[in-house]
């Protein structure tokens, strides 16, 4: 990152980070097979990966996100719409069933300022 004073770099180099699920972070460099929500894998340009990581049972339904959080290139890369929701459904029987047969319409935004984008991938 020496050619833009660490602000933006690797921009190629993704992974994957969720918030609000409560998972582990270990991954391939802990032993295992495949990354978890590790935000120091890195999974390189023209090349796939598997991340993998178990929701426990008791765990709160929700919406929650993603998005790749590469260092120095998170902005760049989140902010360019590689962005999404994760749904956690909650356990049969828990929500009343005026609410847990209401029809689910998931509308996720994101800003975006195609100016700033466009400077930063120079």
Do not use: R
């Amino acid at each position: 990152c020496t050619d833009t004073d660490g602000a933006i770099c690797e921009t190629a180099t993704t992974n994957f980070h969720t918030h609000g699920l409560h998972v582990s972070s270990k991954g391939v460099y802990d032993g295992l097979e495949h990354h978890s929500d590790d935000i120091f894998a890195h999974v390189q340009p023209g090349l796939a990966s598997t991340f993998y990581f178990s929701i426990p049972d008791n765990h709160m339904g929700g919406t929650h996100w993603y998005h790749p959080h590469h260092h120095h290139a998170t902005a760049l890369q989140a902010g360019g719409g590689a962005a999404g929701v994760l749904i956690v459904e909650d356990p049969d029987g828990y929500l009343p069933s005026e609410y847990s047969s209401m029809a689910e319409k998931i509308l996720f935004i994101s800003g975006h300022n195609l100016a700033t984008l466009q400077e930063m991938a120079k």
